[in-house]
């Protein structure tokens, strides 16, 4: 997956997942999880979540057994995607609220 270079610089620039100067700074580092987070949540969840609401308005229209069965299985690996994503955005928040609590 590939983030924008707003969201994430250190990796557009080549370099580590944070830049050298960002890794003992528990601030950085909870504000560049924070931007991810964010990223994750409000963009890339609804626009998956979105996608799959057209789907299955469109799925009682698929005369074809067949094709349907296939929407049906890339709803629900569409729906996976959906809580893989969001587990990743509450990893990320609770790492990030392990950080402020030392």
Do not use: K
């Amino acid at each position: 997956m590939s983030l924008p270079n707003s969201i994430c610089p250190s990796v557009h620039q080549g370099g580590s997942a944070l830049p050298r100067d960002a890794l003992g700074e528990t601030g950085a580092l909870d504000a560049h999880r924070e931007r991810i987070g964010r990223y994750l949540s409000d963009t890339l969840v609804q626009e998956i979540f979105e996608v799959s609401l057209r789907l299955h308005g469109a799925l009682p229209e698929i005369a074809d057994p067949a094709a349907a069965e296939r929407v049906r299985a890339a709803l629900d690996a569409l729906d996976g995607m959906v809580r893989r994503l969001r587990l990743a955005v509450f990893d990320l928040d609770a790492v990030a609220g392990d950080a402020t609590e030392r």
